[in-house]
């Protein structure tokens, strides 16, 4: 890892009038590295992680992110064209539901391809071999490249939806809940994909979950939210395995096994 913050969020507070989503919340991410935020519902994982890839504006607060020019840039001060560039030349964001991810009515091919179209590729035959690679690396039959992902099974179209999202090699990438709404035995492969996919390309990602268990497999770091505050953060592991808050322990103590 190298010694320069990747994002730096500074005291984001996200209010929806006077229901409060998330609380002056403060981290520094990590080239290379990955977070898992958990807490139980409506704690306000999802509120940050809104707002940290920018899809929410916080009500107070600051994120400056590392550009690849060597800058740092405070996301919210960006206009609306330079964070759709940097959304698709820099990020990744892998929704829970793949049809929010995907386009359901284009091929396979498609919704891989698009994106390096979008980032500037024009030759086809590069890009469908690009497409076909892809594929092929999140474990999807170059055969099935023809067919559209509402022909896919859940556990596909979210492969499908990561394969999209990573084609462009992105350097940091949102999950919301990737494996939720999946059966137990595809989530497992699916998490066992995640991981490798991240750790061959030295990605940095957040996570949001309330599954202990993927954040422990995932994830380097964690954060514990509660009514919008982080209430305790610190290295996977050190969390679940001595968790220092009542709180925390009390959520790891109603997981049988993490
Ligand atoms: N658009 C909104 N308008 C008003 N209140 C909202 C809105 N979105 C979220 N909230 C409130 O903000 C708080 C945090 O919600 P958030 O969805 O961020 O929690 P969460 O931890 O992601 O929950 P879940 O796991 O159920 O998605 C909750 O009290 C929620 O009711």
């Known amino acids: 890892m190298t010694e320069i913050p990747l994002l730096k969020v500074n005291d984001l507070s996200k209010f929806y009038g006077s229901r409060i989503g998330c609380r002056n919340v ?153 494996t939720g709404g999946l059966d137990v035995s595809v989530q497992a492969r699916l998490l066992d994909l995640v991981r490798g996919l991240v750790n061959d390309l030295g990605l940095s990602a957040i996570i949001v979950t309330h599954d202990l268990a993927v954040a422990r497999l995932l994830s380097h770091r964690m954060m514990v939210m509660k009514d919008g505050l982080v209430i305790e953060q610190g290295l996977t592991d050190r969390v679940l395995d001595d968790p220092r808050e009542p709180y925390t322990q009390l959520l790891v103590s109603s997981i049988l096994q993490v």
């Open 26 to 178: 403060s981290f520094e991410l990590w080239p290379g590295e990955v977070l898992a935020i958990v807490g139980e519902s409506g704690s306000g994982k999802t509120t940050l992680l809104n707002c940290i890839s920018t899809r929410l504006m916080p009500t107070t607060g600051s994120v400056e992110y590392h550009m690849r020019d060597g800058t740092y840039r405070d996301l919210y001060h960006m206009n609306e064209a330079e964070r759709r560039f940097l959304m698709r030349t820099d990020w990744g964001f892998v929704h829970q539901n793949p049809a929010d991810g995907l386009r359901m009515t284009v091929s396979a091919g498609a919704n891989v391809g698009e994106r390096l179209m979008a980032i500037g590729d024009r030759h086809y035959g590069k890009i469908r071999s690009t497409a076909i690679d892809w594929l092929e690396r999140v474990e999807i039959d170059a055969d099935r490249i023809d067919d559209q992902p509402r022909a896919f099974s859940g556990g596909m179209r979210q492969r499908l939806q990561i394969a999209r999202n990573l084609v462009t090699g992105p350097r940091l990438v949102f999950m919301d809940e990737p």
